[in-house]
């Protein structure tokens, strides 16, 4: 390779440096000469480097968002489960609660809110104190949280024989966030919104014909609790952004396993012909 010089240093004499990085000194590691990366290759390696950089931002912000979405819906489900599952298992011991209701299910409304309730005694309790048995009465309710504002599922229990079966007790916070509670109960033909009547067995009786609904105890309960599935954030938004999210729907079925042998049952008949029939025989069961 011949080295090009300049017309004016050629005449003076002077002879001018050759251009090859290999003829000035610098050479690579090999001996070879060096190459750098030309201006295109510098701009479409930053290109790529901040697609790489957005890319693994965007899959970051995904995912704390995933997480943040998830967190206050799964300490729901929890709720919804432990709560579902406490007032299964006093359902299926459920018993009469006093000669003049067996069991009593109004049907409620704070507002536009459902909230539904529920009285029954109960087997399903533990004595803890002297003078008390595996019998306690028992109530579950809605009420607003004075201070959050909240809708907060409420059980009450009296572990004794109280002159009023509907009040008295302790009460304990079984969930709170909730959009509503409704009760449905089945007399092993029809499902009702209310059960029993809390004035007597006066009018229950007058009505016994047309309603079987008003006096007893039914078969099954039908649960349905509705919540927020955001809880978290229900102080932080609009009041109307909340209210267009769906609420999360809990429902479940608890058979009253002990409602069958609290009903009465008659000790005689009588047939067509008016003559007194002697009660069924036991059969051998228990």
């Given at each position: 390779?011949?080295?090009?010089?300049?017309?004016?240093?050629?005449?003076?004499g002077?002879?001018?440096?050759?251009?090859?990085a290999?003829?000035?000194?610098?050479?690579g590691?090999?001996?070879?000469?060096?190459?750098?990366?030309t201006?295109?290759?510098?701009?479409?390696?930053?290109?790529?480097?901040?697609?790489?950089?957005?890319?693994?931002?965007?899959?970051?912000?995904?995912?704390?968002?995933?997480?943040?979405l998830?967190?206050?819906?799964?300490?729901?489900?929890?709720?919804?489960?432990?709560?579902?599952?406490?007032?299964?298992?006093?359902?299926?011991?459920?018993?009469?609660?006093?000669?003049?209701?067996?069991?009593?299910g109004?049907?409620?409304?704070?507002?536009?809110?459902?909230?539904?309730?529920?009285?029954?005694?109960?087997?399903?309790?533990?004595?803890?104190?002297?003078?008390?048995?595996?019998?306690?009465?028992?109530?579950?309710?809605?009420?607003?949280?004075?201070?959050?504002?909240?809708?907060?599922?409420?059980?009450?229990?009296?572990?004794?024989?109280?002159?009023d079966?509907?009040?008295?007790?302790?009460?304990?916070?079984?969930?709170?966030?909730?959009?509503?509670?409704?009760?449905?109960?089945?007399d092993?033909?029809?499902w009702?919104?209310?059960?029993?009547?809390?004035?007597?067995?006066?009018?229950?009786q007058?009505?016994?014909?047309?309603?079987?609904n008003?006096s007893?105890?039914?078969?099954?309960?039908?649960?349905t609790?509705?919540f927020?599935?955001?809880?978290?954030?229900?102080?932080?938004?609009?009041?109307?952004?909340?209210?267009?999210?769906?609420p999360?729907?809990f429902q479940?079925?608890?058979?009253?396993?002990?409602?069958?042998?609290?009903?009465?049952?008659?000790?005689?008949?009588?047939?067509?012909?008016?003559q007194?029939?002697?009660?069924?025989?036991?059969?051998?069961r228990?």
């Amino acid at each position: 390779m011949h080295s090009v010089s300049h017309p004016r240093a050629a005449r003076s004499g002077v002879r001018a440096l050759p251009l090859t990085a290999q003829a000035a000194g610098v050479t690579g590691p090999s001996g070879g000469s060096l190459s750098a990366f030309t201006l295109i290759e510098v701009i479409i390696s930053s290109a790529l480097m901040a697609m790489i950089v957005v890319s693994a931002y965007l899959c970051l912000h995904a995912a704390l968002a995933s997480q943040k979405l998830i967190e206050p819906r799964a300490a729901v489900l929890q709720n919804a489960r432990v709560a579902l599952a406490l007032m299964t298992a006093d359902l299926r011991c459920a018993c009469p609660l006093s000669k003049e209701f067996q069991f009593l299910g109004m049907h409620r409304m704070m507002g536009e809110v459902e909230a539904d309730n529920m009285d029954f005694a109960t087997h399903n309790y533990t004595p803890r104190r002297p003078r008390e048995g595996d019998y306690c009465q028992v109530s579950f309710y809605l009420d607003k949280d004075t201070e959050s504002g909240e809708l907060v599922l409420y059980r009450r229990r009296n572990p004794t024989i109280a002159f009023d079966p509907l009040s008295g007790g302790r009460r304990e916070e079984l969930a709170r966030g909730l959009r509503g509670v409704r009760y449905e109960y089945y007399d092993g033909l029809d499902w009702y919104e209310t059960w029993g009547e809390v004035e007597g067995q006066a009018k229950a009786q007058s009505s016994l014909r047309l309603r079987s609904n008003l006096s007893g105890m039914p078969e099954a309960v039908r649960i349905t609790l509705w919540f927020d599935p955001n809880p978290r954030t229900k102080a932080a938004e609009s009041p109307e952004k909340t209210a267009a999210e769906p609420p999360l729907v809990f429902q479940t079925v608890a058979r009253l396993n002990l409602a069958a042998h609290s009903q009465p049952s008659a000790s005689g008949g009588a047939d067509s012909t008016g003559q007194t029939t002697p009660p069924a025989a036991n059969q051998g069961r228990n």
